[in-house]
């Protein structure tokens, strides 16, 4: 069955950088694309950053050029290197697949990302 498990959330400092990991597992990885979204207490869910099954990557202009999105097929796992963090990203982020057609058919179990000023 399709697993997606996140890892790397913490609490760390403003201007302070972390890396969340996403292994995932029960699928053919290289085949579909995969991202990272996120959701702050009392707002909606957000797409943060979208690495295509051709490479293509997408970011929302709230963390462009500070969050970067990687993947290695080889290991089925996909990266999201956040720098220059600021207490607005603190949030749940949550890795997920793409859809066949559209969307995002699983999800993972999130972790947690705090970042304090």
């Known amino acids: 069955q399709v697993q997606l498990v996140e890892s790397g959330g913490g609490v760390v400092q403003a201007g302070g950088s972390l890396r969340l990991t996403c292994a995932a597992s029960?699928?053919?990885?290289?085949?579909?694309?995969m991202a990272w979204h996120r959701q702050a207490p009392g707002k909606e869910r957000e797409l943060v950053a979208r690495?295509?099954?051709?490479?293509?990557?997408y970011y929302a202009g709230s963390v462009k050029g500070r969050f970067t999105i990687s993947r290695d097929n080889a290991k089925s796992t996909v990266y999201l290197q956040m720098t220059s963090l600021k207490p607005e990203d603190t949030a749940v982020y949550y890795c997920?697949?793409?859809?066949?057609?559209?969307?995002?058919?699983?999800w993972g179990q999130g972790t947690q990302v705090t970042v304090s000023s």
């Open positions: 997920a697949r793409g859809g066949m057609s559209e969307g995002y058919d699983y």
């Open positions: 029960g699928f053919t990885f290289g085949s579909y694309a």
């Open positions: 690495f295509s099954s051709l490479g293509f990557t």
